[in-house]
């Protein structure tokens, strides 16, 4: 992953530009005029972004929006702004419910769609090799150092044995019949 990642100044300001449009479409559903949300570059992971209902925030992921900088601009800013809207005009509902769609589709006019379809190769995070006793299996670094502190052991869901550190070897008989 790329440390330090500094956006481009006019990326920056398309992704404001995004947020004060689409937010200037939904201020007639309010009496009092909204504030604008902060938007924070903390967002890592394979996750595009985030809404912080409550901090009035929304989180972006950097790297993401520099590799899917038009996608971000017209989906990623309004569909987490839909977000805090929904919050604002209707409390806790389904995070991707009736009220969100409507929001997106109706109101901020944009497609609503529930997840993002970039390459996130950039941004996985390092996986570590487990096997079975079939197949070959990669755990996140979090289930790694779980299965290291005796936390937790997980099975594979095909043949239900446990999972070991290193990789797979097929039998010779599986080997043998192909």
Same mark, same amino acid.
């Given at each position: 992953?790329?440390? %330090?990642?500094? !956006?481009?100044?006019?990326? +920056? &300001? @398309?992704i ?5 449009? =689409? ?14 949300p ?22 972006? %992921?950097?790297? !993401?929006?520099?590799?899917? +900088? &038009? @996608? ?6 309004? =569909? ?45 995070? +390092? ?34 044995h ?17």
């Amino acid at each position: 992953m790329k440390k %330090n990642l500094r !956006l481009p100044i006019a990326l +920056q &300001q @398309a992704i404001y530009r995004s947020l004060r449009h =689409h937010l200037n479409l939904a201020a007639p559903l309010f009496d009092d005029p909204l504030p604008e949300p902060s938007i924070s570059w903390q967002q890592r992971g394979t996750t595009a972004g985030s809404a912080w209902l409550k901090e009035w925030q929304i989180r972006l %992921n950097p790297v !993401l929006c520099e590799e899917n +900088q &038009q @996608a971000f601009v017209e989906q990623v800013v309004p =569909h987490e702004l839909a977000h805090l809207l929904v919050w604002k005009k209707f409390g806790r509902v389904a995070p991707h419910g009736r009220e969100w769609r409507w929001m997106m589709e109706e109101i901020l006019q944009v497609k609503a769609e529930r997840t993002h379809h970039f390459t996130t190769t950039s941004v996985a995070g +390092q996986t570590f090799p487990y096997h079975c006793e079939c197949q070959q299996h990669a755990l996140t670094l979090r289930r790694h150092n779980r299965v290291v502190r005796g936390e937790t052991e997980y099975r594979c869901r095909r043949c239900a044995h446990p999972l070991h550190l290193g990789e797979f070897k097929a039998s010779k008989t599986e080997t043998s019949d192909s």
